[in-house]
């Protein structure tokens, strides 16, 4: 859900309030963006499912055991890897819903 346009305007005040008066910290929250969060999740859940794949050939030649153990590592990254992309999508379309809804000030 969209902020109002009051609700928009009280958001960038305590933003510019919070980079005055503490830059480091509002650096570092900046670079914290949950779109860079998922990405990285969905980047792990790539690395798991190819130890899967790993582990899953390696078991077929020694210990059936261990082929268990890798189709569960590529059951589980495929079950992250989808969840995180689609957060990451639900990112990106509300990143681009909140850029349409911005109207310039009346000034310009």
Known sequence: MPLSEEEQRIFEELQAQLTEEDPKLAKKLKSHSPRKLHGRRAALAGFIFVIG?????????????????????????AVLGITAWQRVEADIEAEEASQAHFEPPSWL
């Open 53 to 77: 794949i790993v582990a899953l050939i390696w078991g077929l030649r020694t210990q059936w055991y261990i082929s268990v153990i890798g189709f569960v590592l590529m059951l589980a990254g």
